[in-house]
């Protein structure tokens, strides 16, 4: 962007295109969340059957959670989940950074309104 004010027809195109990447990461953001919640689900129903089944082998209860924890399944499905709960943070913090730039928009948008009242015809 040079230093001149937006047109209108800048200014309109380009909070248009802002409010197009704002839907986009809502959408992104709820994959996120389904992906993040369908992994714990698994996790978790992987460890139950896994501390049952070891139980139903004679191991303790005291041990079988710290046991099924290890399997090597049971380890992958937590792993998939820590991921998924990352992305699910980061898709968060990318919302906020789009409001924060939408904000900055906002402003320039203002700023070039009041730089063309204050000068017509400076704009674009």
Do not use: C
């Amino acid at each position: 962007m040079t230093e001149s004010p937006f047109t209108f027809a800048q200014a309109r195109a380009a909070a248009h295109q802002a409010s197009l990447r704002q839907v986009d990461a809502e959408k992104d953001r709820v994959q996120a969340v389904e992906a993040s919640a369908a992994a714990e689900l698994a996790y978790r129903v992987a460890l139950a059957q896994k501390i049952v089944e070891l139980h139903a082998e004679g191991v303790a209860w005291s041990t079988t959670s710290d046991i099924a924890r290890g399997d090597k399944t049971v380890a992958s499905l937590k792993f998939k989940r820590d991921v998924a709960a990352g992305v699910r943070e980061a898709q968060e913090q990318a919302g906020y950074r789009l409001n924060a730039d939408r904000r900055v928009l906002e402003g320039l948008i203002a700023w070039s309104m009041k730089r063309e009242l204050a000068d017509p015809g400076s704009g674009g």
